[in-house]
């Protein structure tokens, strides 16, 4: 078992930044790639970000490519999202995950509001 803890997010103003932080406890850190996923009020959850199991290999969904940055701290068991220029529509829970096997991620955290106003 993997147990995920987000903290970071809150109100920001169109164009401001947020780090999101997701803390892990339990199982072996370095042996889940991790996630960052949103969901929006009324909409599908969808695919933020994703680091490797040695902050090595990064993706990114094409709508946040250069605004937002994944990165992970071994030594700490943390993973974050750094996000700026950020707009309205970035407004959503912001969920971490770990996959041991991707593209399948077997556990979630309780997620954090992220909202942006215009």
């Known amino acids: 078992q993997v147990h995920l803890v987000e903290s970071g997010g809150g109100l920001v103003q169109a164009g401001g930044s947020l780090r999101l932080s997701c803390a892990a406890s339990?199982?072996?850190?370095?042996?889940?790639?991790m996630g960052w996923f949103r969901q929006a009020p009324g909409k599908e959850r969808e695919f933020v970000a994703s680091?490797?199991?040695?902050?090595?290999?990064?993706y990114y969904a094409a709508s946040m490519k250069g605004r937002f940055t994944i990165s992970r701290d071994n030594a700490n068991n943390t993973v974050y999202l750094q996000m700026n220029s950020l707009k309205p529509e970035d407004t959503a829970v912001y969920y971490c995950?770990?996959?041991?096997?991707?593209?399948?991620?077997?556990?979630w955290g309780q997620g954090t509001q992220v909202t942006v106003s215009s």
């Open positions: 339990g199982r072996r850190f370095t042996d889940y790639a």
């Open positions: 680091v490797g199991y040695r902050n090595d290999m990064t």
């Open positions: 995950a770990a996959s041991s096997r991707l593209p399948e991620y077997e556990f």
